[in-house]
């Protein structure tokens, strides 16, 4: 062998790593395994033998759960609602509040109210007071009662009794004024613009003899101005429309409420004339209406009550007949309004007859009647204070004022005119207001 050579070795190898650099990264890289030989080596030596078995050994022991103070349950009182969705009970919508208070539900099924009174409507709302702990402290809702007046039905703890009343409503009455145009049709303006229901069927009846409501065209303009009652500050129901606009292409159509008396009115033009011909017959000829349509203040109470008919003052068996050509929906024996009687005089407008003392003889559902016939006596069924009859008028399933939508047309005398003249200008003040806005207005009371 040529130690020469092998002596010359380290010097060639210095100069490759020293003139080529990835010559010096290659030798940096394996170092690592250069470590793991050393390391295998080492662990296979005789004295570091792997342990053969391991001794493995089990502890249980038990511990303490941390103590957490219970929470205790708020017992403040707070206002829930719910609407009452057809078929609803006072029990159902109680146990959907979660109200499970066994005293309470005693006595709401023992009070001194009539069954009536406690059945509850579709569409109404239900106001209780109630805590987390689910017992119960107030309930109230609006009902009507047997002479179509609206109440406050109250059931209440005081001084831990429980007491029940139904009550006219504690309520003021504020004048809303409402603009809409119409878009696609005349209804879904109004329901965009925030006008009631009973307000739209108002209207739609106050022009019924010249135009319908739905045949309005697009950009056409309605201003109105309603009744509204409020209770606790919130709007619980509608009373008459006391003026309204309708400018429709291009020309303007107004409607002013004029009261007769407390009790009842009817709607002119601009130039005091009557709007509507009304039915030719009166349901009870020569009787004075002894309580109208409306919100009316009670002079005793203090209060605003709302009735959604009309009461002729008459003896017991005084005849009542149909005002005008119907198809009998009705012939029934109902609780609050006794016997009844329901007539369809279109596709839009029924009337409703109660507390009567009998029938006509031979009255029943689907027979067609004329103006003027028969169909029952005045009497005091049902929860009636005395002798008279009560009336209502609907208009597609809403009620509205009998006295502006079906009694006979009535004129106005010269001094009826002149007080026309003079509510009847500051109204329209009130729709040049509406008039001259450029957009829709939502609520201006």
Do not use: C
């Amino acid at each position: 062998m040529d130690y020469r050579k092998l002596r010359a070795l380290p010097q060639k190898l210095a100069r490759f790593f020293v003139n080529h650099k990835l010559a010096w990264l290659g030798a940096a890289a394996t170092l690592p395994l250069f470590g793991i030989a050393t390391t295998v080596a080492v662990a296979a030596g005789p004295g570091n033998q792997a342990e053969q078995s391991i001794s493995v050994q089990q502890v249980s022991e038990r511990l303490a759960l941390p103590v957490f103070a219970s929470a205790s349950i708020d017992k403040t009182p707070y206002w829930r609602e719910a609407q009452v969705q057809r078929g609803d009970t006072l029990g159902h919508l109680l146990s959907r509040l979660g109200i499970q208070d066994t005293e309470a539900r005693k006595f709401l099924y023992s009070s001194p109210l009539s069954k009536d009174l406690l059945k509850l409507k579709a569409g109404a709302t239900l106001s209780v007071q109630t805590n987390d702990n689910g017992d119960l402290y107030t309930l109230r809702f609006l009902n009507d009662d047997e002479n179509g007046e609206q109440v406050l039905v109250l059931l209440e703890q005081q001084n831990g009794v429980w007491q029940a009343s139904a009550d006219p409503l504690p309520t003021e009455t504020i004048q809303t004024i409402r603009s809409a145009t119409v878009r696609t049709s005349a209804t879904g303006a109004l329901a965009q613009a925030g006008v009631p229901v009973e307000v739209r069927a108002q209207l739609a009846d106050i022009f019924g003899d010249q135009f319908d409501l739905d045949a309005l065209n697009r950009d056409d303009k309605i201003n109105l101005v309603y009744q509204t009652l409020l209770f606790n500050g919130m709007p619980i129901s509608t009373g008459n429309i006391e003026a309204v606009e309708i400018v429709k292409s291009g020309v303007s159509h107004q409607a002013y409420y004029f009261a007769f008396d407390n009790e009842s009115g009817a709607y002119f033009d601009a130039q005091g004339l009557p709007l509507k011909k009304g039915f030719s017959v009166q349901a009870v000829k020569g009787a004075r209406i002894s309580s109208g349509y409306g919100f009316r203040f009670h002079p005793i109470l203090k209060r605003m009550r709302m009735h959604k008919g009309i009461d002729y003052a008459a003896v017991s068996g005084t005849p009542i007949y149909a005002p005008s050509d119907a198809r009998v929906l009705g012939v029934e024996r109902q609780n609050g309004y006794g016997n009844v009687v329901k007539l369809s005089h279109s596709q839009k407008i029924t009337t409703l007859y109660a507390h009567m003392s009998r029938f006509a003889p031979g009255l029943k559902p689907g027979q067609q009647i004329k103006a003027g016939d028969l169909i029952g006596y005045v009497g005091s069924t049902g929860r009636s204070t005395g002798p008279h009859l009560h009336m209502e008028v609907m208009i597609a399933g809403q009620t509205v004022n009998p006295s502006t939508t079906t009694l006979p047309a009535r004129g106005l005398s010269t001094s009826q005119r002149l007080a026309f003249k003079r509510d009847s200008r500051i109204l329209a003040a009130n729709l040049k207001l509406l008039r001259e806005l450029p957009v829709n207005v939502a609520q201006l009371d």
